[in-house]
C-alpha cells in the first residue's frame, strides 16, 4: 500500500522567511496530493491540492510542487506569519480510492515574531 | 459551511471499559472516516464507510469497531479499552468523488485510559 514520508518534524522560522516542507509517496498510481493545516485545538484543514497531471499549484503565499518521476512533492510558505504556526501534513491519495487519504507524520511549523 | 461534530472533546476511562465515541455530519456526505493522531505518526486511518451499513478496515483497526446506522452518524466503538489507545481521535466526512474529495474534519476527541 502507500506510505508518505515528511520532513521535517519540526520548522522553526522568522517572520518574513520562507518555509518548505517535504514529502515522498510510495505508491505512483497515487495521483492526488492534498496539504492540511491543523491549528491548535482544531482539527485538519485542507489547504492546498494539487493533482498529478500538474507540476506546481499557487495560491497567494503558498504553492505546492510535485515531482512525479521523483515521487516526492513539497509545500513552500513565503512571507511567513505567526499565524501560519500550525502543524501541516502532507497526503497522498491514489485513483479510485474513495477518498482513502494517506497522510504524512507531520510538521509542526513555528513562526517567530 | 460544514460541520462534523464529534460529541465529546476529552474522555478519560479505565483500561477494560467500552468506549463510544460519537460523530456527525451536517452536509450529507457518504463517506466517513475515523483517524487516530500520535505525535510523529501523523494520522492513521482506522475505519471508514462509503455509505450506511457498510464499513471497511483502514490501516489499524485491531481493537476497534464501527457503526454507521444513518447517514449522518459514525461511532467508533472501542470494545474494551486499553492504555495504548490513549490517543487523539479525529473523525472526518467527504462528498463520495472516486478521485479526490476534500476531508472536512472535527475537533477531535481526546482519550484517555488509565
Known amino acids: 500500500g502507500e506510505n508518505v514520508e515528511q520532513h521535517p518534524s519540526t520548522l522553526s522560522v522568522q517572520e518574513g522567511d520562507s518555509a518548505v516542507i517535504k514529502c515522498t509517496y510510495s505508491?505512483?498510481?497515487?495521483?492526488?496530493f492534498p496539504w492540511y493545516k491543523q491549528e491548535l485545538g482544531k482539527g485538519p484543514q485542507l489547504i492546498i491540492d494539487i493533482r498529478s497531471n500538474v507540476g506546481e499549484k499557487k495560491d497567494q503565499r503558498i504553492a505546492v510542487t510535485l515531482n512525479k518521476t521523483a515521487k516526492h512533492f513539497s509545500l513552500h510558505i513565503t512571507e511567513t506569519q505567526p499565524e501560519d504556526s500550525a502543524v501541516y501534513f502532507c497526503a497522498a491519495l491514489r485513483h479510485n480510492q474513495g477518498g482513502k487519504l494517506i497522510f504524512g507524520q507531520g510538521t509542526e511549523l513555528s513562526v517567530k515574531p | 459551511d460544514v460541520k462534523v461534530t464529534q460529541s465529546s472533546r476529552y474522555l478519560v476511562k479505565r483500561t477494560g471499559e467500552k468506549v463510544f465515541l460519537e460523530c456527525v455530519q451536517d452536509m450529507d456526505h457518504e463517506n466517513m472516516f475515523w483517524y487516530r493522531q500520535d505525535p510523529g505518526l501523523g494520522l492513521r486511518l482506522i475505519y471508514f464507510s462509503y455509505d450506511v451499513k457498510m464499513k471497511e478496515k483502514g490501516d489499524i483497526p485491531e481493537g476497534y469497531s464501527v457503526s454507521r446506522e444513518k447517514k449522518e452518524r459514525f461511532s467508533l466503538i472501542l470494545e474494551s479499552a486499553s492504555t495504548n489507545q490513549t490517543s487523539m481521535y479525529l473523525c472526518?466526512?467527504?462528498?463520495?468523488?472516486?478521485?479526490?474529495?476534500?476531508?472536512?474534519f472535527g475537533e477531535g476527541s481526546r482519550l484517555t485510559v488509565l
Open positions: 472526518a466526512s467527504s462528498f463520495y468523488t472516486g478521485d479526490t474529495g476534500e476531508l472536512f
Open positions: 505508491d505512483s498510481a497515487s495521483n492526488y
